[in-house]
């Protein structure tokens, strides 16, 4: 059974920033893919950003230019680096991962307000 573990959310105001982090219970190599995805109140999840089969990233458009996702693969970990986080970024955000099944994480908490 794979376990993803999200952390690094809370509270922050307008122009702030965050990082947020999925710890994996097994190697991240073993996965096709990964990535985060968020849900706001009342709205669809929706892709965020993630890496691809072949190791580039994607971007929705509203994050491109502030957000940044990385991983470590010593440390079985994927970040998503949130810069110039502005109210519409508030959600829940959860961690994915695709391999012959698809698995995510309990979601953490991200709200940007003055």
């Known amino acids: 059974q794979v376990q993803l573990v999200e952390s690094g959310g809370g509270l922050v105001q307008p122009g702030g920033s965050l990082r947020l982090s999925c710890a994996a219970s097994?190697?991240?190599?073993?996965?096709?893919?990964m990535g985060w995805y968020r849900q706001a109140p009342g709205k669809q999840r929706e892709l965020v950003a993630r890496?691809?089969?072949?190791?580039?990233?994607m971007y929705a458009d509203s994050v491109k230019g502030r957000f940044t996702i990385s991983r470590d693969n010593a440390k079985n970990t994927l970040y998503l680096q949130m810069n110039s986080l502005k109210p519409e970024d508030t959600a829940v955000y959860y961690c994915?991962?695709?391999?012959?099944?698809?698995?995510w994480g309990e979601g953490t908490q991200v709200t940007v307000s003055s």
């Open positions: 994915n991962a695709v391999a012959s099944l698809v698995y």
């Open positions: 890496f691809t089969s072949g190791g580039s990233t």
């Open positions: 097994r190697s991240i190599f073993s996965f096709n893919r």
